[in-house]
DNA sequence: GCCGATTTGTCCGTATGTATC
DNA sequence: CGATACATACGGACAAATCGG
């Protein structure tokens, strides 16, 4: 980003997260950072407002703004921020792969279209991928696109990255992100794609992503083993 | 609340709700908002800023604010926002029931602090629940509450709401919630304390929750059948 | 208990930038 | 190019909560 506000607030994020502001202090006051900003009081309060809605620090009238992050010792794969798969396998320092086993051209059909949210008739691509760590497939994706949001997307570059894709040669811009996370048994496609071992249940979690026109472009089912899922999410209450 | 941008933002979520803006259509702009509401130009995009990180709209520059909120066919029980378990139960239309297992005073030993996030030698109140719906028990909640965030607390109080309590009766109030989502296995305790069926796997919801003055006075573990658990989010990019 | 200083929260009006049509 | 619409930023005013003297 090349916004004020959103400079500061990684600015601010990187001294939580490397300890110079710590757990259950208060952080400078809106008026020191303006100072040291040079900015406005309401960049710094929209700063500070995001560093909130990420669980890093709560303001408290009359007192300051607390620190309540905490780093922590378990390895996240989904956190309360958009980020794709290569983003999140390298944030945990983790050597990973996909295999694309499905890539085809549809319609939508009228029930297929009630099950992702897209409208019958709609041209989507199905592609299918697993998501291997250290030789073990843990992850299914299920997805489907929007073939017009994505033209000229190929089986090799879903080996790579499709958000890559989009945002940097298509130029598209993920926005928004709906996501449910449920537990569902493992089907007989599951254990045959991935490494189950001896589960018999997967952490799976729909999504649904617009781009910046509003347009829902994806609707995607990851189903995860559970010894390697975590969710992680952030929520203020009245926010 | 009783500040105007919430009260706009009502007051548009409920239009949305009710399909006086539908999905795919774009909201009156902010000019007109202005109007509408006779309030500021910031005041509105505050509004719109708590619509947006709900889920429910999409501002598009240059366009307008488009509504990408669909309801849902499905039961959510958690959403993404903090809400009490009875909150829950009745936005679901269920009869729901709370049963006190374990409600016990401890001290916060090394390795308990460790997991629950609390200072060793801090004053807990260690208290086990099943959340019973038509006469199944379908969640167990494992929650340690710092003790002298919640005095007066009975055994009593926990099987109706300890939100509530501490909201309306202490006048504490809940703001911000981290939460984690796993898998886990069922162990012998759950198996004896809920109706499990042939599940040998939960979905484990982790909590940490603050209070307003920063304090985190609530870790809870609440272990749910996978057939009844539904976990929804909204994720902005960059916010 | 009161007062004043500090700090966050809300709201306003204005100016400028950027994207769309 | 001009009109419209959202995005960012500024500065000011007042309210509400806290804290210390």
Chains 1, 2 share one sequence.
Do not use: W
């Amino acid at each position: 980003m090349r916004t004020i506000y959103y400079e500061i607030y990684e600015d601010l994020r990187d001294k939580i997260l490397d300890g110079t502001y710590a757990y259950q202090t208060y952080m400078p006051a809106e008026s020191q950072l303006i100072k040291m900003y040079q900015c406005s009081h309401n960049t710094i309060r929209k700063s500070i407002s995001v560093l909130m809605l990420h669980g890093f620090v709560q303001p408290i009238r009359g007192k300051g703004v607390l620190v309540i992050y905490r780093p922590e010792r378990r390895a996240n794969f989904v956190l309360g921020d958009i980020e794709t798969f290569k983003e999140a396998a390298a944030r945990n320092g983790l050597v990973a792969q996909t295999k694309v086993l499905v890539f085809e051209h549809i319609t939508a059909s009228e029930s297929l279209a009630e099950l992702t949210g897209f409208m019958p008739g709609d041209e989507l691509l199905h592609l299918e991928r697993v998501r291997i760590f250290e030789n073990e497939a843990l992850i299914r994706d299920k997805s489907f696109f929007l073939s017009s949001a994505l033209p000229g997307l190929t089986p090799r570059i879903a080996e790579d990255s499709v958000y890559a894709y989009a945002e940097n040669v298509l130029g598209m811009r993920i926005v928004t992100s709906n996501r449910t996370v449920t537990v569902d048994y493992a089907t007989a496609e599951d254990r045959d794609a991935m490494d189950l071992l001896d589960f018999d249940m997967l952490a799976v979690v729909t999504n649904h992503t617009f781009n910046e026109q509003g347009v829902m472009f994806e609707s995607t089912q990851s189903r995860h083993r559970p010894d390697f899922f975590t969710f992680h999410d952030t929520a203020v209450r009245g926010y």
